[in-house]
């Protein structure tokens, strides 16, 4: 009985730990809402790596709710060059554009 009592209390232990873990993470990441345009391209509701101009700087128009982060890589790699705010017009002097 008393080994019983045990197993029980180390289930429900480890459930109680992992409705609390569940609970304290953040959820998943989601597209910012909106609509964003590189060089008048309309991407709704973007989310993740977009590519920028290979021979010149882009245009890039944020309509979204999300700041969108210029990359010098070309997979949104190596350093930021600089953000576009929700809201802003912007030239993306960089390789590559990270939105969340």
């Given at each position: 009985?008393?080994?019983?009592?045990?197993?029980?209390?180390?289930?429900?232990?480890?459930?109680?730990?992992?409705?609390?873990?569940?609970?304290?993470?953040?959820?998943?990441?989601?597209?910012?809402?909106?609509?964003?345009?590189?060089?008048g391209?309309?991407?709704?509701?973007?989310?993740?790596?977009?590519?920028?101009?290979?021979?010149?700087?882009?245009?890039?128009?944020?309509?979204?709710?999300?700041?969108?982060?210029?990359?010098?890589?070309?997979?949104?790699?190596?350093?930021?060059?600089?953000?576009?705010?929700?809201g802003?017009?912007?030239?993306?002097?960089?390789?590559?554009?990270?939105?969340?």
């Open positions: 009985m008393r080994m019983r009592a045990r197993r029980t209390a180390r289930l429900l232990g480890a459930c109680a730990a992992a409705a609390a873990l569940a609970l304290a993470t953040p959820g998943t990441a989601q597209a910012a809402h909106g609509v964003l345009f590189i060089d391209a309309p991407n709704e509701n973007p989310s993740g790596c977009f590519p920028l101009g290979d021979f010149a700087p882009s245009e890039v128009v944020n309509l979204t709710n999300g700041v969108a982060w210029v990359w010098d890589g070309t997979d949104c790699d190596g350093r930021v060059v600089h953000s576009i705010l929700p802003s017009i912007a030239i993306g002097h960089g390789r590559s554009l990270f939105i969340e």
